[in-house]
């Protein structure tokens, strides 16, 4: 089977084309990045299969960064039988770049002239005959959107002759050079011995290691900085020969792309503007109150009618089925107006309720033992349908997020945070993987390969889970709820985006003391090209959000099923295994497993201090650890239990509000505990990646750190919002921990240095 490697610029639509040609869902964002390790499919549209592989973005082949050594490495190790070359063709000259170097080596090369829909729309021409002139080797103009030019591209690759000799646009007194070292590297035996020679002229690292090549370089380049000449010989090439390859219209491309960075990447309302949008974003997800609308609906003379209870008991109850239309009409509004993702949310519960409704009238057809209609009805379906049920919201907040990252925002808001940050120590390349922390922390964890800094990485890699994901959304939202619900606010949007902003804040406050500390280090320049804006592609958008579904719903039918069904059996058994039938869960396992570790988080204000069932906040947390989906899943299963001994008719989420309200947790906990969980160890699949990415030797302190973050971040949350006078305390301790920081850093003042055991 022939395999082709797909290699250019970030950015430039290689995930994209690597997606039409194999049909899979990648991800892809309007920022550079977006993939860092290599990844393989098939593409079946020809005659024979041919495998395609889709490496990272590269700038060029010296490597400096993790992704470029992966790409790097793949084209001269397992030699591809040809490099499908793709090129933003708004941005050829840059892309050039890297192109004059993959000639070098001895592999067909197809260049892939993508994007061709913009060059066309804003009325620009690109010469391909002359371009395939220049560089030798086949041009295919194309659009990877909008899948044009896809099948002449691969029939054109497959055409290729599988061998050919690189060739460099380098000359003038740089060839004898070349050719010098050139004749090197044959005598080594090695393959691609062009490429070789250039890139050991250029003073790269890896080819000065071969035996003898270091004295050759001292020798051949006399003390000049050939990295330099080469580099700038490469861009001279590239205006004088490709810049009469494109034929510029009068128009310029990205006059309307530069006006509306003048307002979104502006110094001052840059930062505030993308504040605004988060919260136009939150409020369209969470609010169950689109005031205006309502005042509109008002000022019409037609108040929108309110179901109250029964339109509350008509969803809940068993009149379920004679009141569909009420049920219904309560989905949209209730007095108010929901937002779009509490309707689709309201929707999605209504279905969940008749399936739960229909199951649990089966399990009563049956007549099974009572422990065994208490699994099923309480363990299994409430636990699953209490964390499914926020699969709307979690989907609306996505569709929004890819929205801003598909169209290009995203990258701008990197910018405008480097600008802000960079001199404390951080970069707007950490900040990508950090936004897409959001999404999920595995892939941000994973796409810190983009950061040459191991401390800067290791920064990042801690702070990723507190740029809150999707999965801790539930937790977010139900807990908002509850708190909420204690205080009589009725703005649960504005609570979640507090609870998203604070966990941000979080995020640059440690980031800042560690590189302050312990994780010092330059801050590499920030060179990302910002692209142009483009409306989303609808498909990719869909795709994206289809790939979230599959893996929220697995998830919930794997994990959440099972930790479900232990924490139900810890909860209905006493220690001699005997069911609890009448309802007294303060004598099971459970129970006295949570009062053991309760006393942990009584600084945090959900230990202790609470009543009798205090210990759910405790078992929650700890269950949290192999998902954070099962924080909700758990209290959903044992306010099943709470609240059938209690009140009576609510369910779910609302169940879980009763019982919050029952244990005696005070406000400020309710919100210590949110954000212990934003900040704390994060899901057990997340630590594994931080311990595959990490660097040596860091990833015990990591685990550490999450610790003591989350514990400092609950304690004052909690102390500050029971004693308002304690933020005094909490500004000393921050003023003298700033203070030891700078003496330290200035060397006024020094520390003794710690023994190593065993060294
Ligand atoms: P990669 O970083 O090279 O993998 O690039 P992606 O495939 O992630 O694409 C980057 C951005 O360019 C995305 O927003 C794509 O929707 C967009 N894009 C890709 N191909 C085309 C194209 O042919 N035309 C246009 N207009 N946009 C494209
Ligand atoms: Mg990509």
Same mark, same amino acid.
């Given at each position: ?370 422990? $065994?209609?208490?699994? %099923?009805?309480?363990? @299994?379906? &409430? !636990?699953?349908?209490?964390?499914? =049920? /926020?699969?709307?919201?979690? +989907? ?74 999707? $999965?801790?959304?539930? %937790?977010?939202?139900? @807990?908002? &709820? !509850?708190?909420?619900?204690?205080? =009589? /606010?009725?703005?649960?949007? +504005? ?97 006295? +497993? ?166």
């Amino acid at each position: 089977m022939k395999t082709f490697a797909l290699a250019g610029n970030p950015n430039c639509g290689k995930t994209t084309l690597f997606n039409a040609l194999t049909g899979s869902t990648a991800h892809v964002g309007n920022w550079p990045g977006v993939t860092v390790d290599k990844r393989e499919g098939i593409y079946k549209g020809g005659s024979e299969k041919v495998a395609i592989i889709d490496l990272p973005g590269i700038y060029s082949l010296s490597p400096y960064t993790p992704e470029e050594v992966i790409s790097r490495n793949y084209i001269l190790d397992e030699k591809p039988y040809g490099i499908i070359n793709i090129i933003d063709a708004t941005n050829l000259e840059r892309n050039l770049y890297l192109t004059t170097q993959l000639l070098e080596m001895d592999v067909p090369v197809i260049i892939a002239l993508n994007m061709m829909d913009e060059v066309e729309k804003v009325g620009d021409k690109i010469d391909v005959s002359a371009l395939e002139k220049a560089t030798g080797v086949p041009v295919v103009a194309i659009s990877a959107l909008r899948k044009k030019g896809i099948s002449e591209l691969m029939d054109r690759a497959l055409a290729m002759k599988g061998e050919r000799a690189g060739a460099t646009v380098l000359e003038g007194g740089l060839s004898s050079k070349i050719g010098r070292a050139k004749q090197f590297f044959e005598g080594a035996g090695v393959s691609s011995p062009l490429f070789h020679a250039v890139k050991m002229l250029e003073g790269d690292e890896i080819e000065l290691k071969h035996d003898g090549a270091q004295e050759l370089f001292v020798e051949i380049s006399a003390g000049q900085d050939m990295e330099a000449i080469i580099a700038d010989m490469r861009y001279r090439y590239i205006s004088e020969h490709f810049s009469s390859v494109k034929v510029k219209s009068g128009r310029d491309a990205l006059t309307r792309s530069d006006r509306a960075d003048k307002v979104l990447t502006h110094k001052i309302w840059g930062l505030p503007i993308f504040a605004v949008i988060l919260l136009a974003i939150f409020h369209l997800t969470f609010s169950e109150d689109l005031f205006y609308i309502s005042a509109i609906a008002e000022a019409c003379g037609s108040p929108l009618p309110s179901w109250g209870d029964l339109g509350f008991e008509v969803i809940e109850g068993t009149e379920i089925y004679s009141n569909f239309g009420i049920a219904l009409a309560a989905c949209f509004y209730d007095g108010a107006v929901f937002s779009p993702g509490m309707i689709l949310t309201n929707l999605f519960n209504l279905v969940l309720n008749y399936a739960s409704y229909g199951i649990d009238l089966g399990v009563q057809a049956a007549g099974g033992a009572e422990w $065994a209609a208490g699994l %099923i009805n309480d363990g @299994i379906v &409430g !636990g699953i349908t209490a964390v499914l =049920g /926020f699969l709307p919201q979690i +989907l609306t907040l996505f569709l929004f997020f890819s929205v801003l990252e598909d169209s290009g925002y995203m990258a701008r808001v990197a910018f405008i945070l480097d600008r802000i940050f960079r001199r404390f120590g951080l970069s707007g390349r950490a900040f990508m993987p950090m936004i897409m922390g959001f999404g999920c922390s595995i892939p941000a964890m994973i796409n810190t390969r983009t950061l040459a800094d191991d401390e800067e990485r290791t920064a990042t890699i801690r702070v990723i889970p507190f740029f809150s994901c999707g $999965a801790k959304l539930p %937790i977010l939202t139900a @807990i908002a &709820g !509850g708190f909420c619900n204690l205080v =009589g /606010f009725s703005n649960v949007d +504005l609570i979640t985006y507090s609870m998203y902003v604070l966990g941000v804040i979080t995020a640059i406050i440690a980031v800042i003391l560690m590189r302050a500390t312990t994780m010092r280090g330059e801050v590499p320049p920030f060179i990302m090209e910002l692209p142009a804006y483009h409306m989303p592609g609808f498909v990719n958008l869909m795709l994206h959000l289809w790939d979230k579904t599959k893996h929220f719903i697995k998830k919930a039918f794997t994990i959440i099923f099972v930790s479900t069904i232990v924490i139900w059996l810890l909860q209905s058994f006493r220690w001699n295994w005997t069911y609890i039938s009448d309802g007294d869960i303060q004598s099971s396992m459970l129970a006295s +497993l949570g009062q053991f570790i309760q006393p942990l988080f009584t600084p945090l204000g959900f230990g202790s201090q609470l009543g009798a069932y205090g210990w759910v906040f405790a078992v929650a947390a700890i269950t949290g650890l192999i998902a954070k989906e099962n924080v909700i899943a758990t209290f959903s299963v044992l306010a099943a239990m709470f609240v059938a001994n209690f009140e009576g008719t609510e369910e779910g989420v609302e169940e879980a509000i009763i019982m919050i309200a029952n244990t005696g947790i005070s406000p400020a906990a309710l919100i210590a505990f949110i954000m212990f969980n934003v900040t704390t160890i994060p899901c057990f699949a997340a630590v594994a990646t931080a311990k595959a990415e990490l660097p040596k030797g860091r990833f015990a302190w990591t685990i550490a750190f999450w610790l003591v973050t989350s514990y400092i971040v609950g304690a004052a949350i909690y102390t500050v919002g029971s004693w308002w006078w304690t933020v005094f305390i909490w500004l000393a301790l921050a003023v003298a921990a700033v203070t030891i920081i700078v003496l330290k850093n200035k060397g006024i003042i020094k520390f003794p240095k710690l023994k190593k055991r065993g060294a």
